[in-house]
């Protein structure tokens, strides 16, 4: 979803707080196709003002399409419920390149996002340095032969946690790498099962998550509200990716 947060830039005792009410509804599209088995969903929405509760009301009447480019098959989404479509028969293809169609309201929204190569994810273990927030670490091997973006997301007891983290291999092309995942304070506790799961993505996407994360996270050196660059032309927010996926369970035991 859209990341909203609120930024109070402090100076000499005096605050400054932005006007986030009132502000035009805007059209947010979400959606991803990877290589588990689908279907595959893309999510057309209108946001709501800062103090509003989290409630996105969905956009029906949407022509929804996922093309992939490298093979030439195409899909046509069907909306399964309203603002939510659904793939039928695309699959997704490590190394292909997909694109997102939108019609609606006489207007068109284009995405082009590349699946990269798929990286395993090998290991989870648990940093217990500090119990009051154990923090997993995702073991895996980067290929030497190209740059990779990721994306980590956690689930805990079946729950997924709002946090993720992106990573680039700029430093750590073809190494072997432990990532250690950041976690808040007291959310895995003794005997807890926790999924990790590895995500590849392609460059543009990377970005637009390292935008949202830097936003929702570490916050505190901007002055203004920011919405992070949507990969998708036609003026709205949100994201298109073709990605993939490996996932490991591991049990916290301290």
């Not at 091997?141 to 956690?154: A, L, R």
């Not at 506790?189 to 999924?195: A, G, S, Y």
């Amino acid at each position: 979803m859209i990341v909203a947060a609120l930024y109070i830039f402090s100076s000499c005792q005096k605050v400054i707080m932005p006007n986030l009410t009132n502000i035009s509804p805007q059209l947010v599209i979400e959606g991803a196709i990877s290589d588990t088995i689908g279907p595959y969903y893309v999510h057309i929405f209108k946001s709501v003002n800062f103090n509003t509760d989290n409630i996105y009301p969905g956009v029906s009447g949407a022509t929804v399409s996922i093309t992939d480019v490298t093979s030439g098959a195409s899909d046509i989404l069907t909306e399964k419920s309203p603002g939510v479509y659904s793939t039928q028969t695309i699959e997704g293809i490590p190394g292909d390149t997909y694109q997102l169609k939108v019609l609606l309201d006489g207007k068109t929204y284009l995405a082009m996002s590349t699946m990269p190569k798929q990286v395993l994810l090998d290991s989870v273990t648990f940093d217990y340095s500090d119990k009051s927030m154990t923090q997993p670490i995702a073991g895996y091997q980067d290929p030497v032969n190209f740059t990779n973006y990721y994306k980590f997301s956690i689930q805990v007891n079946g729950v997924n946690l709002q946090r993720f983290q992106t990573f680039e291999d700029l430093l750590s092309n073809g190494k072997y790498i432990r990532s250690k995942l950041a976690i808040d304070s007291g959310v895995i506790k003794q005997n807890d099962t926790v999924r990790v799961s590895l995500v590849g993505v392609d460059q543009n996407l990377y970005h637009f998550l390292r935008e949202a994360e830097v936003v929702a996270y570490f916050n505190d050196s901007l002055a203004t509200p920011a919405t992070p660059d949507s990969n998708i032309s036609g003026g709205c927010l949100g994201y298109f990716s073709a990605q993939t996926v490996s996932n490991k369970t591991a049990v916290a035991k301290y």
